[in-house]
């Protein structure tokens, strides 16, 4: 999803500032091309990754040979030839050997890099599982609390629960956003964002938007995407004034078992964030991480950007 042509097509239109432009640095060899590194140019000299406060992954796009060391040291020498002051990478999985390579390549040309710890990220690996192999491995609190209070639910209120993917999208965003006002979240903060990815990954097959109703009105959304064999848990929230029924909970479940045994998928991925309930539904836990350079080829003084950064950085670790 993160490396995807819609999403960064997403991000491009719909996230920049004024004072920012998208630069590709790429290696190319004829008609081919060998490497991308999608970045963000800032008017003052203070480069970043094409990411976003959603982004849950960024890489270098590599091509798969033999010679991505020296694709590598291409790249970073092409850098190291442009005019600016830092380079942030985020977020990047702590055993991306692309982003690590990439460091040791910036190195060598004389940049000054630092490495540093983001967020963390609870996945779950399917491995041929169905939903019932997948829900005998939850915690035994979890399976019956969800039972529990599905059944209530359903004999107190009555209660429905509707899947988008590629039709009644305007309907969906639109319950979507009703949800998530009632919720503690209060408001989506970038909905020009979140409107085009939903709107773009309908039309690709891969939206996965879930809505549960009780009382014919919307409850509790979450917003899943499938791509690659790969389900991503984007966004979710649900109606405080429904908590009494673990709505959220609920919809989890239906989605999971839509996931595994219908969508067949290889990996469920919880994207950001290391709140424990998380722990209950995924399996392994990974650290995402930010690399920051400066250059000092520059004409412009990046130490004291980078010394900012750092000391940024080890405040979140």
């Excluded at 982003?99 to 491995?127: D, H």
């Excluded at 209070?149 to 209120?157: F, H, P, V």
Aim: with cysteine.
């Amino acid at each position: 999803m993160s490396f995807s042509r819609p999403w960064f097509e997403n991000l491009a239109t719909t996230t920049l500032e004024n004072d920012q432009s998208i630069l590709l640095a790429c290696v190319a060899q004829q008609d081919n091309i060998l490497a991308i590194l999608p970045l963000i140019q800032q008017s003052d000299g203070n480069w970043q990754s094409l990411s976003h406060p959603y982004s849950s992954l960024y890489s270098l796009l590599l091509a798969e040979d033999d010679s991505q060391l020296k694709i590598r040291t291409c790249l970073a020498r092409g850098l190291s030839q442009l005019s600016w002051r830092s380079l942030s990478l985020k977020p990047f999985d702590e055993n991306d050997a692309r982003i690590t390579g990439l460091q040791q390549a910036l190195e060598a040309q004389g940049m000054s890099c630092y490495s540093g710890f983001r967020f963390f990220n609870w996945s779950y690996a399917v491995q041929g599982k169905n939903f019932a192999q997948y829900m005998a491995e939850r915690p035994g609190r979890v399976r019956s609390t969800i039972a529990r209070k599905q059944r209530k639910l359903e004999r107190e209120q009555g209660v429905e629960i509707r899947l988008f993917i590629d039709q009644d999208i305007e309907q969906a965003i639109a319950d979507y956003h009703t949800v998530y006002k009632a919720s503690w979240k209060a408001h989506e903060q970038y909905v020009a964002l979140l409107e085009g990815l939903v709107k773009q990954f309908a039309r690709q097959g891969w939206l996965r938007l879930a809505i549960l109703y009780i009382k014919n009105r919307p409850a509790a959304a979450q917003l899943w995407f499938v791509v690659h064999g790969k389900a991503s848990i984007f966004r979710l929230a649900y109606d405080e004034a429904w908590k009494q029924y673990s709505p959220g909970s609920i919809l989890t479940r239906f989605l999971m078992e839509y996931m595994i045994d219908t969508d067949k998928v290889d990996e469920i991925d919880f994207l950001t964030g290391n709140e424990r309930y998380k722990q209950d539904w995924m399996s392994q836990r990974r650290g995402r991480f930010e690399l920051v350079c400066g250059n000092n080829n520059s004409s412009n003084k990046s130490r004291p950007v980078i010394d900012k950064l750092k000391g940024l950085l080890k405040a979140l670790s």
